[in-house]
């Protein structure tokens, strides 16, 4: 009976940290005249964490990717600086279990395997960020995605648009974290490019395969000139859907609160979250061993 007072006492206690985080970000975004980014709470089913009897709160801040970076770039823009103090300060105020992951996601163009080594190099350079600022590598992960989730059809230029971004998910664990990556369900026809006549763009490539595995990085520093990445398993995307729905924002830089309720993608097991240990491969850029910055 104790244990289950204190795993309900737990769940409450996400859920007023949770809207405490929500409240930090646009206060701290208004107080640094940042734009506001848009924030969803993602409401995860019960089971989706092995300490929590309940749903899983885990708040989602997506930044357009002209908000970071130029194009095909990993350098963070000058303007991105403000947004990186408006990360870093929320999470030094929040509680110290707090977990942060960072995705790095891309549009459709190009290869499979250039899109995740560079939405790999883009999310270590804002946890190099992050940690420069302070925030305790012990609370960062990174995920790189690439093109493999979008959020809007990659057929339009303004599409494209929204689908070059930077998420970052904010939860009591980083399994928690994992667990939206992993439920996370995209319409196929969303990784389509535009039609044959368009000769700049091409359909993607034969790499992107209805099942994917995705690398998980943690950080590691023993200060902040040594700092490095360390994959520590590889996450099981769910597989595209045919006519998978999903709502897409209007503008990234409109602040969104509303329920989202992940639906579990029928081919994917409830949490805890499992990694695929590392497989040792031969040394490439996209890598399996440490990562030095």
């Given at each position: 009976?104790?244990?289950?007072?204190g795993i309900s006492t737990q769940d409450q206690m996400a859920s007023t940290e949770e809207q405490d985080r929500v409240a930090r970000?646009?206060?701290?975004?208004?107080?640094?005249?940042?734009?506001?980014?848009?924030?969803?709470?993602?409401?995860?089913?019960?089971?989706?964490?092995?300490?929590m009897q309940g749903s899983v709160p885990v708040v989602r801040v997506v930044f357009p990717e002209r908000a970071f970076f130029a194009f095909d770039s990993d350098v963070p823009l000058p303007q991105s600086q403000g947004i990186l103090d408006v990360i870093a300060d929320n999470m030094k105020h929040d509680v110290p279990d707090a977990a942060l992951t960072i995705l790095g996601h891309t549009d459709a163009v190009g290869t499979d395997g250039y899109n995740i080594d560079l939405s790999r190099r883009r999310a270590?350079?804002?946890?190099?960020?992050?940690?420069?600022?302070?925030?305790?590598?012990?609370?960062?992960?990174?995920?790189?995605?690439?093109?493999?989730?979008?959020i809007a059809s990659n057929a339009t230029t303004d599409g494209r648009a929204l689908n070059r971004r930077v998420e970052f998910l904010i939860s009591p664990a980083m399994s928690a974290n994992l667990a939206a990556v992993q439920q996370y369900v995209v319409p196929k026809s969303y990784l389509s490019l535009a039609k044959a006549d368009d000769v700049r763009l091409r359909q993607p490539d034969a790499d992107v395969k209805p099942a994917q595995v995705a690398m998980v990085y943690r950080a590691t520093a023993k200060n902040?000139?040594?700092?490095?990445?360390?994959?520590?398993?590889?996450?099981?995307?769910?597989p595209t859907q045919?006519?998978?729905?999903?709502?897409?924002?209007?503008?990234?830089?409109?602040?969104?609160?509303?329920?989202e309720n992940v639906k579990l993608a029928a081919t994917m097991p409830i949490a805890p979250v499992h990694l695929i240990p590392p497989a040792e491969v031969k040394p490439r850029a996209l890598g399996s061993g440490v990562i030095e910055f």
């Open positions: 009976m104790g244990s289950g007072i970000f646009n206060r701290l975004a208004d107080a640094n005249d940042v734009a506001r980014p848009t924030i969803k709470e993602i409401s995860l089913p019960p089971g989706s964490v092995d300490f270590r350079a804002v946890i190099r960020a992050l940690i420069e600022r302070g925030v305790n590598p012990d609370q960062l992960t990174e995920v790189a995605i690439g093109k493999r989730q979008p902040t000139k040594n700092t490095s990445l360390a994959p520590i398993g590889g996450l099981a995307l769910s045919d006519n998978a729905a999903l709502s897409t924002p209007s503008d990234l830089n409109v602040k969104t609160i509303a329920p």
